[in-house]
């Protein structure tokens, strides 16, 4: 029974890629303009189940979860991983990817070629929950490309649009550079280590008396690999791109890459310093100068992306310089684990770390949906043009006003508890400087969600005549938002999830470690120390 | 009459590694400063081709007693057959990472392709240089 269950969550990610390249195949069966939607939506739905159940699993096994393709043992098959941290993540990412793909029935008459696109979109969900569950480094890599490819079709998804394609080239140029330098860091980790495997990489990099080239080089893989993944997280000099390629991709998917796409770079990072090579490992002291670089670069971010959300005319290209704004944040608090001796205080740091995941993945969705239907209003996306276009659509207004306040971080909502929590943390440690920054960084960012709100809502133009149809579309970011509110709310009650996942990234390196040594078979153990 | 490969083989692979670290940074100078998009591309996959060459460099095993390596094949099912192959045999795990990194590689490079078509259809140009309507 539990087996079974166990072959439904592993091969979530199979089955989103054969649906996404079956695609093109039904539609040309079924001849109907809706039928890649719905081929998009059961995959979509299949994979929301498919990772609440595997948060499930983790919860009731109380120890991370192992699927191991063919049922090769680790390290010698692909083995996914799950555990509070990731679980928690796919859960938010697949539900919130469902709402997209809704909200892309909604936005059909912008998509002229509905194969391509839910084709594209159901390969990008794919691509996110394999970086997620993955527990193998080289799959991650193969995974990474399935997501990026995926993204950069879907940027310059508007072909017609010359800034579409241009931004898309802009993002694929580096892109691929930086993923041809995860290769090269996982074979790297290979020549030294001579295994691939997350787990079975971080028992061997525990090992003191580990020698000095291989130290040398796992400095080395740590440094080629963390480049992709800022660059997939748009940390600050890695940043250059998001702001031209998510405005000008369609609106769903700018929702679905500021909103999800980016915690894909957070989480590898995360993955790399705290459970690869944590607390402890054999190249300790250059893991704490590397978070000490990420919590630099994350203040950077967050000041640069918090000052240019206020230059900002286009409501897209805001929502844009928030998200760095907000990758600079997530990475301050993931920064925290260059504080040895204070476990207590890093734990809380990675708590408020992930659910300002969550926060502000959430609120960003709804925020560019939300734009989405203003734009469709005014058929602009200029802020000047959109006054007062608000007071026509309530249900959108007021969920994008609740996205807004979310992101500020207003006392009752998630985003508030992100931030004390890292602040708090930094705090703890007696690191005051961290402090200061988080709430500096905050207040920056007030005077753009601000001009947003007061151009939008409270704003006074020419009232345009008529209404862009979908009050359901109005509904479901109203519950979307209103979900931030209420986890904040009863945020005592759902404070232990957040605290269990923060807690497989600390304490908890040792379980994900022994739940895959525990599936190699004995006289296969034997190396491993 | 015996030849000591050992020291050929030491320079060739010495060579080769000089090679392959000049083509890497010659490929990086490419891709971020040559301003024409197709040189920019071409730059990428020698950029690729590097590092998959430096896969398979990893996988190789030195000359063991005047013979070279062999493929990792077991044909002789005895516990002396297997130890041989585990002596002079390659890894084969490195070639499967660069098989699955060169298709990959092959669809970036399709896909950088078709884009540089649809950008020289919108712009008339594919100078890098020229293409920037957005502002960064």
């Known amino acids: 029974m539990a087996d079974y269950l166990l072959h439904i969550v592993g091969m979530a990610t ?22 890649p939607f719905v081929a998009a ?13 595997a948060l499930y699993m983790v919860y009731k096994d109380n120890s991370p979860l192992v699927y191991m393709y063919g049922g090769w043992p680790p390290h010698f098959g692909i083995a996914y991983e799950i555990d509070y941290f990731n679980g928690l993540i796919g859960v938010f990412t697949a539900l919130t990817m469902l709402a997209i793909m809704l909200y892309s029935l909604w936005y059909e008459h912008h998509i002229d070629e509905p194969t391509w696109y839910f084709a594209l979109l159901l390969g990008l969900e794919a691509g996110i929950l394999g970086c997620l569950y993955t527990g193998d480094a080289f799959n991650l890599f193969v995974m990474i490309e399935v997501l990026s490819i995926s993204a950069y079709g879907l940027v310059a998804y508007h072909r017609d649009r010359p800034e579409a394609v241009e931004a898309a080239a802009k993002y694929i140029l580096i892109g691929a550079v930086a993923t041809i330098m995860y290769f090269i860091a996982v074979v790297l980790l290979y020549a030294g280590f001579g295994t691939v495997n997350m787990a079975i990489l971080s028992r061997i990099a525990m090992r003191p008396e580990l020698p000095q080239s291989l130290k040398y080089l796992a400095m080395l893989s740590i440094s080629l690999a963390l480049w992709v993944f800022t660059y997939k997280s748009a940390l600050f000099p890695n940043h250059f791109w998001l702001p031209d390629a998510h405005p000008e991709a369609p609106t769903p998917i700018s929702a679905a890459l500021s909103g999800l796409v980016v915690n894909v770079g957070v989480y590898a990072s995360a993955r790399f310093l705290y459970t690869l090579f944590g607390d402890g490992s054999a190249v300790s002291g250059y893991r704490e100068f590397v978070l000490l670089a990420l919590f630099v670069l994350g203040t950077v971010s967050g000041v640069l992306g918090a000052l240019m959300m206020m230059i900002q005319r286009d409501v897209k290209r805001l929502l844009a310089y928030s998200t760095i704004c907000h990758i600079g944040i997530i990475y301050v608090g993931l920064a925290a684990g260059f504080a040895i001796g204070s476990a207590e205080a890093v734990k809380l740091a990675l708590m408020g770390t992930s659910i300002h995941i969550v926060a502000h993945g959430i609120s960003k969705a709804v925020l560019f949906m939300a734009s989405g239907i203003f734009i ?14 608000g007071r026509r659509y309530p249900l959108a207004s007021l969920s994008l006003i609740l996205g807004f306040l979310n992101l500020a971080g207003l006392i009752p909502f998630m985003g508030f508890y992100s931030k004390l929590l890292i602040a708090l943390s930094y705090l703890k440690i007696g690191f005051v400087l961290g402090t200061i920054l988080i709430i500096v960084i905050s207040a920056l960012s007030i005077p753009g969600y601000m001009k947003a709100i007061s151009a939008i809502v409270f704003g006074v133009g020419e009232a345009k005549e008529g209404r862009v149809a979908g009050r359901w579309v109005e509904v479901m970011l109203l519950i979307m938002s209103l979900s931030t509110l209420f ?43 | 009459m015996q030849v000591d490969i050992s020291i050929i083989n030491t320079y060739l692979l010495m060579v080769t590694l000089v090679a392959m670290i000049a083509n890497f940074v010659l490929s990086l100078y490419g891709v971020f400063f040559k301003p024409h998009y197709i040189k920019k591309i071409i730059a990428l996959s020698m950029l690729s ?3 998959n060459t430096i896969t398979l460099y990893i996988g190789y095993r030195r000359w063991v007693d005047g013979v070279p390596p062999t493929i990792p094949v077991i044909t002789n099912r ?59």
């Open chain 1, 376 to 389: 469709d209003a005014t058929g602009s996306r200029d802020l000047d043009a959109m006054k007062g276009v």
């Open chain 2, 78 to 136: 005895s516990i002396e057959g297997i130890y041989d192959v585990v002596r002079r045999s390659v890894d084969p795990l490195p070639p499967a990472l660069v098989l699955t990194a060169v298709v990959i590689g092959l669809a970036t490079t399709l896909f950088l392709v078709y884009l540089g078509y649809i950008l020289y259809t919108h712009y008339k140009t594919l100078d890098m240089r020229e293409i920037k309507r957005l502002k960064g």
């Open chain 1, 487 to 529: 986890i904040g709310i009863f945020f005592q009650q759902a404070a232990y999830i957040f605290d269990y996942s923060s807690n497989s990234l600390v304490s908890g390196v040792q379980n994900y470690v022994d739940a895959v040594i525990k599936k190699i078979p004995p006289e296969l153990r034997g190396w491993i120390p």
């Open chain 2, 49 to 51: 081709d590097t590092a």
């Open chain 1, 41 to 53: 939506m059961i995959g979509g739905i299949y994979a929301a189940v498919a990772s609440v159940l």
């Open chain 1, 14 to 35: 199979p089955i989103l890629v054969l649906l996404s390249f079956a695609i093109p195949v039904i539609s040309k069966a079924f001849k109907s303009k809706r039928a």
